[in-house]
């Protein structure tokens, strides 16, 4: 459909339909004294098109893209390769203006892509049943715990210091409303996770223990202590992946007992895009798949016994009464979690592998080559491709400093943790395979010159 503007014959109707004489005639309820008498102050005239590309250009030329220096940022969003194939298959016109699979019939090849997904996850996370994705890491991580208080009918969950900050502060957000007992305190800058804290934190009113898996400081924890200690509870474990890749080399949290399994799908497929949009995963126990939040695509066979897919199950307020509904929050993110979907085909099983292996090899030469730095101490005994450095000054100048210097040093825990001065000296450096020895060089010098 075209944009046609009014004319002024069209105004005039308009306005004898209503009773008014000119357009001043609707703001009569506004003082003049706040009503403009001119154009808006310093708010440049209309441009033709090319004055405004230009324009636009110079802008952008102020901005500091990702692949344009030495980047170390991580801490929840990664900057990962992303194969020219992904963008190409979601730009196509079916799935890049496609909302919502309403209506089957004219939607498999969205539901299709969507079961793939599902099973995509579910194999990644090592549960049984994902569903088909939803809005990012954070909102699932908040999804997990009220699923959680339905399944156990308790309102106190335990979250790992490890968990993310964001994540942390969605959770506090919502549990304003929910009554939600959230039981968290801040990490400390030691290199043991806080398993045995939590362990002691367990107890018959809790609904859920919530790990992230890597944590935010890059440790890795064995959870099966810890899902054993809370199911003798009869409480619910569930695990937070904010990196993905990981799940290439180290261990699925549904192999070591976690009931529900929430991250974020962003390093599959997902540039970093400013942060966000980004997917959600969300898997769990089949047992636990009527209260899971969300869509669930299904394979099905029609009439006819040819192959189908349905949506099997949507339990949101426009489909079921609101009091019954398990998704407070979240739809899906079809779009992202195609990209996703498209990025994990082309990797396959042993690409993934070779994916992880490779990004944590080259943080292994990374963590080696800093903790030799004077002033810097490598915290993790264990890590994938991110850790964190305890440095003998303020993390969150050096940090600028070498921003100055067009080096993305990492995520100050200052940053993340602003009001924890015990933190403050916490540097979480990610490395990926787009980083390059170069970088790390780069890095290792700079932050020599910075600590001499």
């Not at 033709?48 to 170390?72: I, Q, R, S, T």
């Not at 937070?240 to 974020?264: H, R, Y």
């Not at 897919?309 to 609101?322: G, M, Y």
Request: with cysteine; net charge negative.
């Amino acid at each position: 459909m075209r944009y046609l503007p009014l004319t002024p014959v069209d105004r005039q109707d308009m306005l004898a339909a209503i009773g008014a004489n000119s357009i001043d005639d609707l703001f009569v309820d506004v003082p003049e004294e706040v009503q403009l008498d001119g154009p808006i102050r310093d708010l440049p005239m209309h441009a033709g098109e090319m004055a405004v590309e230009a324009h636009m250009k110079k802008l952008a030329k102020n901005n500091l893209a990702a692949g344009d220096m030495p980047f170390f940022l991580g801490a929840g969003a990664y900057r990962h390769h992303v194969p020219a194939s992904v963008d190409h298959i979601i730009q196509r016109g079916e799935f890049l203006t496609a909302y919502t699979p309403y209506q089957p019939e004219i939607a498999q090849g969205t539901l299709q892509t969507l079961f793939e997904f599902q099973t995509q996850v579910a194999r990644m996370f090592g549960v049984d049943v994902a569903n088909a994705s939803m809005y990012d890491g954070s909102t699932a991580c908040w999804e997990a715990i009220v699923m959680a208080r339905r399944i156990t009918k308790r309102g106190k969950a335990v979250l790992s210091s490890g968990l993310h900050p964001h994540y942390v502060s969605v959770a506090k957000t919502m549990a304003r409303f929910t009554k939600d007992d959230i039981d968290y305190s801040a990490p400390t800058l030691v290199a043991d996770t806080d398993g045995a804290d939590l362990l002691d934190r367990i107890d018959d009113d809790t609904s859920c223990v919530v790990v992230q898996y890597p944590d935010i400081l890059g440790r890795i924890a064995d959870m099966r202590i810890l899902a054993e200690k809370a199911h003798k509870h009869k409480a619910l474990l569930v695990a937070v992946v904010t990196e993905p890749v990981a799940l290439g080399a180290i261990k699925s949290p549904g192999q070591m007992g976690a009931d529900i399994v929430v991250g974020e799908g962003q390093s599959l497929g997902v540039g970093l895009q400013f942060g966000g949009p980004y997917v959600g995963l969300f898997g769990c126990k089949e047992k636990y798949v009527r209260q899971m939040p969300g869509r669930l695509c299904g394979e099905t066979v029609d009439a006819e016994g040819k192959r189908g897919f349905v949506l099997t199950l949507s339990t949101r307020e426009q489909h079921i009464r609101r009091e019954k509904a398990t998704s407070n929050i979240c739809t899906n993110s079809g779009l992202c979690a195609l990209a996703f979907s498209a990025h994990m085909t082309l990797l396959g099983e042993k690409g993934l592998r070779e994916l992880a292996m490779l990004n944590h090899k080259k943080a292994v030469i990374a963590a080696d080559r800093l903790a030799n730095i004077n002033g810097v101490t490598l915290l993790n005994d264990s890590f994938f491709n991110e850790f964190t450095l305890v440095l003998d000054r303020d993390a969150r100048q050096i940090v600028r400093n070498l921003a100055d210097k067009n080096i993305l040093a990492g995520v100050s825990l200052g940053r993340l943790y602003p009001e924890e001065g015990s933190l403050s000296h916490g540097l979480i450096v990610a490395v990926t395979e787009t980083t390059s020895h170069e970088d790390i060089e780069a890095l290792a010098t700079a932050l020599e010159g910075e600590l001499a």
